[in-house]
DNA sequence: TAATAAATTAACCATATAGTTTAACTATTT
DNA sequence: AAATAGTTAAACTATATGGTTAATTTATTA
């Protein structure tokens, strides 16, 4: 591993054991190695497995959910918005596609851990989204939505085919690439699909 | 726990433990209290962890993945189909919340699993729904789409609500009660955006 | 009912694992 | 140069954990 600090060198490394096997699945001695490191020096500057977790997790949380949602905060017509998140959404997800599992799994462990230290009001805004939808349906643009199940339509269809990728492989008969390049047309088609049924 | 077999307590026990702990997180211990017996006896029917495991993860797939895609076998009218099936769904996860992040999770774990001692084709056919899609295109009812992406559209909006349940209800301030009414009516919302989106 | 087999238990074993300690060594700072 | 912080190897501790053994109890069968 090339020269960073070893913190960071730390924190690298736990992010990728832990993701790979979840925190009871993941071992110290594992961490230590992928760092390049001792484990004595690990618990130098981490005193327990479960304040490293949390480190990594906080992290994790931090840098991904503002990336999810800050398009939503944006000031562009609603259907842009739709294409730019679906775009967004599969570039970030292709990148790590282990993501939304790991982040689900733990948080399913222990559901506190989305509170701690983490101002949601400030990262995650949908004032402005509210209001496009309802402004939208007045000027009869689209059909009236709430934007409960207007945030979980979308985001259900662009993280679920990640994380159920194994079973859609199976039950569908697709092979790696061909699912890959069908993630891929989800940039244009969860989009198209999305304006469709919002048609008033 | 009354009086079932031996063998039976154990499964249940096991399924119960492993669901809410995962593999890894779950205790053969733990699995032996839960089914109020020696751990002894565990192994005496159960050689190992993996072997029970394995038994366990087996009969979920086996119950599950027919229930889950039985409907789109039926002879029904397509838009008959995607009414009953959002219905399906949100009973069924409604009863067994933890059931899709425990799968999903174990599948990532080891993808060989899926594979084993199941013939997904006798399980899931998708030959009706795929010559359905087409000739309601043809007339005219509707859009064309391909049956994997129609497929991973409403899996994903039945499914995903329930695996990201904390994130959402975070993410949205939404209480329990309230979100449980929320996916109580995505039994008829869901399927409204669907046949929207599925218009020509 | 005596013999045999199956079910069940308590105690045990071996290993894995998180975490600690100590002593030495190295680089950095004062 | 002395002191401080970072780093290592190695041995060690305490405990958790999967798995085993041998003995006991409870059916089953002859």
Do not use: C, W
């Not at 599992?101 to 462990?109: A, C, G, P, T």
């Not at 679920?160 to 069908?182: G, H, K, N, T």
Request: hydrophobic content about 45%.
């Amino acid at each position: 591993m090339k020269e960073l600090g070893t913190e960071k060198k730390i924190i690298i490394a736990a992010r990728n054991i832990f993701i790979r096997k979840g925190m009871s699945g993941a071992r110290m001695q594992e961490i230590a190695d992928e760092a390049g490191i001792n484990k004595a020096l690990l618990h130098y500057y981490y005193r327990s497995k479960e304040q490293l977790f949390s480190a990594v997790f906080q992290e994790i949380l931090i840098q991904i959910l503002p990336q999810l949602f800050s398009i939503f905060k944006s000031d562009l017509p609603l259907e842009v918005k739709i294409y730019q998140l679906a775009e967004r959404y599969v570039d970030f997800l292709q990148e790590h596609p282990e993501m939304p599992l790991f982040v689900l799994s733990e948080l399913q462990r222990d559901p506190q851990q989305l509170f701690e230290n983490l101002e949601l009001s400030k990262v995650i805004n949908l004032d402005n989204l509210k209001d496009q939808l309802i402004s939208e349906a007045e000027k009869g643009n689209i059909r009236p939505i709430s934007i409960e199940q207007f945030m979980i339509n979308i985001v259900s269809m662009m993280v679920f085919p990640f994380a159920a990728r194994p079973m859609f492989q199976r039950v569908l008969s697709i092979e790696d690439e061909a699912y890959a390049e069908l993630l891929e047309s989800r940039k244009t088609e969860v989009p198209k699909f999305f304006m469709s049924a919002l048609r008033p």
